[in-house]
């Protein structure tokens, strides 16, 4: 983002730029900066927090009319509490979780269906709620996606598309399959923080279990694109470290 | 707090020694007071409209947001999986925020909002954004915008 803003002004366009990581904004030196302490993907605080939201855009905005240049790195005060775990939170999908046997790919299959399913739901609840749906990168539907991130348990399928390869069809059904169960397991609000919705994933379901499993097999393999898609893409870098992987 | 507290040790080493660009030039522009500003929104999440292509690894280019879209809309294609997408998927405005743009527009606050808003998507070598960064300044200028607010993810 520095750099964009570098770019940008020297053409004419002023620029001011939130920051996440201060040690960027200091090494770059862009005009404006506001530096805010929030966790990465939430540059402007959280969910559902319009004031907030509105607070932190407005801060960035007014360093547009101070003086002080070349570079201005401004503080955003906050202690942070939007990202602590909410104690009343009810996780409406807590039980929905499938047992899965990674050993056998068609049962693994009809455990991720079993679980996408029972969560349609709540993924409708979740849509209705937030007028947010998500899910689309890979342009297949859910059945689809189901079918060709567990056929990865086995030797590579053919792509489902005829403009993208079978891998990078992998990356972009994997990325709709987590924004499902994510925004499935949203429904009914309580503002819980991301750990607690990213934790449910990755600890009690099949689909987790099955993209862990891909990372597992393919990231270490000869096929150089399975190797960054499921080695870099599949599973962050946090439950990498967690799950002992 | 910070923001990078969540992270691991490793990861956080890793962001804070990321090589960054260095630039000889210092460019500072005033356009006036925000009141007359009319302000665009430029995100670096990867994100765009469903029927857009989506990001792939590498991707310098950048993705065109109608300020008139449904969030409903707006899907993520980021290639890193290493930052919260909660927020994002339930709310656009936690790292897109059109509405709040327009409300600021419409108290006085803002002069106006662009006609278009604009992702780039980060984890891409910021010096191959350069031509882009630069051909879209042309487009902002085209729509008589004076002014960026730049969110990252």
Redesign the interface.
Same mark, same amino acid.
């Given at each position: 983002? #520095?750099?964009? !803003?570098?770019?940008?002004?020297?053409?004419?366009?002023?620029?001011?730029?939130? #920051?996440?990581? &201060?040690?960027?904004s200091e090494?770059?030196?862009a005009?404006r900066n506001l530096f805010?302490?929030?966790?990465?993907? &939430?540059?402007?605080?959280?969910?559902?927090?319009?004031a907030l939201?509105?607070q932190v855009?407005?801060a960035?905005?007014?360093l547009?009319?101070r003086e002080g240049?070349? #570079?201005i790195i401004e503080d955003y005060d906050d202690?942070?509490v939007y990202?602590a775990p909410a104690a009343d939170w009810v996780n409406l999908a807590a039980d929905m979780g499938v047992d899965v046997d990674l050993g056998d790919m068609d049962a693994a299959r009809a455990a991720m269906q079993a679980e996408v399913t029972a969560l349609k739901p709540l993924y409708d609840q979740?849509?209705a709620e937030? !007028?947010?749906?998500?899910? !689309?990168?890979s342009g297949l539907s859910m059945d689809q996606i189901v079918d060709h991130v567990s056929a990865f348990l086995g030797d590579p399928p053919d792509s489902p598309r005829d403009d993208l390869s079978s891998g990078?069809v992998l &990356?972009?059904a994997a990325?709709d399959l987590?924004?499902y169960y994510?925004?499935a397991v949203?429904a009914g609000g309580g503002d819980p923080s991301?750990?607690q919705?990213?934790d449910w994933f990755w600890q009690q379901t099949a689909a987790a279990k099955v993209l862990i499993a891909l990372r597992a097999r393919w990231k270490d393999g000869e096929d150089k694109s399975l190797k960054?898609v499921c080695g870099?893409?599949?599973?962050?870098?946090?439950q990498v470290?967690g799950l002992g992987l | 707090m910070v923001a990078l507290s969540n992270l691991t040790e490793h990861y956080q080493k890793l962001l804070g020694n990321l090589e960054c660009p260095s630039f000889e030039s210092e460019p500072w522009v005033n356009p006036g007071p925000l009141k007359d500003r009319r302000v665009t929104i430029i995100s670096s999440g990867g994100i765009h409209h469903r029927d857009e292509v989506p990001f792939k690894g590498g991707d310098f280019g950048y993705r065109t947001i109608p300020a008139n879209a449904d969030a409903r809309d707006i899907v993520m294609s980021h290639v890193s999986v290493n930052f919260d997408r909660t927020a994002f998927q339930q709310d656009l405005d936690a790292i897109f925020p059109l509405s709040h743009l327009a409300d600021m527009a419409a108290d006085g606050t803002i002069g106006s909002v662009a006609t278009d808003h604009y992702s780039f998507m980060g984890a891409t070598d910021p010096a191959l954004m350069e031509d882009d960064a630069r051909e879209l300044a042309g487009r902002l200028q085209a729509d008589n915008v004076d002014t960026a607010v730049l969110i990252p993810v």
């Amino acid at each position: 983002m #520095s750099a964009l !803003g570098h770019y940008l002004e020297e053409e004419g366009i002023a620029t001011t730029i939130i #920051s996440l990581i &201060r040690v960027h904004s200091e090494k770059v030196q862009a005009p404006r900066n506001l530096f805010v302490p929030f966790e990465l993907g &939430r540059p402007l605080g959280a969910p559902g927090n319009p004031a907030l939201q509105k607070q932190v855009l407005k801060a960035a905005l007014d360093l547009l009319e101070r003086e002080g240049g070349p #570079s201005i790195i401004e503080d955003y005060d906050d202690d942070g509490v939007y990202q602590a775990p909410a104690a009343d939170w009810v996780n409406l999908a807590a039980d929905m979780g499938v047992d899965v046997d990674l050993g056998d790919m068609d049962a693994a299959r009809a455990a991720m269906q079993a679980e996408v399913t029972a969560l349609k739901p709540l993924y409708d609840q979740a849509v209705a709620e937030t !007028g947010r749906d998500p899910v !689309g990168v890979s342009g297949l539907s859910m059945d689809q996606i189901v079918d060709h991130v567990s056929a990865f348990l086995g030797d590579p399928p053919d792509s489902p598309r005829d403009d993208l390869s079978s891998g990078m069809v992998l &990356r972009y059904a994997a990325d709709d399959l987590k924004a499902y169960y994510l925004q499935a397991v949203a429904a009914g609000g309580g503002d819980p923080s991301s750990v607690q919705l990213t934790d449910w994933f990755w600890q009690q379901t099949a689909a987790a279990k099955v993209l862990i499993a891909l990372r597992a097999r393919w990231k270490d393999g000869e096929d150089k694109s399975l190797k960054v898609v499921c080695g870099n893409f599949m599973v962050p870098h946090m439950q990498v470290h967690g799950l002992g992987l | 707090m910070v923001a990078l507290s969540n992270l691991t040790e490793h990861y956080q080493k890793l962001l804070g020694n990321l090589e960054c660009p260095s630039f000889e030039s210092e460019p500072w522009v005033n356009p006036g007071p925000l009141k007359d500003r009319r302000v665009t929104i430029i995100s670096s999440g990867g994100i765009h409209h469903r029927d857009e292509v989506p990001f792939k690894g590498g991707d310098f280019g950048y993705r065109t947001i109608p300020a008139n879209a449904d969030a409903r809309d707006i899907v993520m294609s980021h290639v890193s999986v290493n930052f919260d997408r909660t927020a994002f998927q339930q709310d656009l405005d936690a790292i897109f925020p059109l509405s709040h743009l327009a409300d600021m527009a419409a108290d006085g606050t803002i002069g106006s909002v662009a006609t278009d808003h604009y992702s780039f998507m980060g984890a891409t070598d910021p010096a191959l954004m350069e031509d882009d960064a630069r051909e879209l300044a042309g487009r902002l200028q085209a729509d008589n915008v004076d002014t960026a607010v730049l969110i990252p993810v």
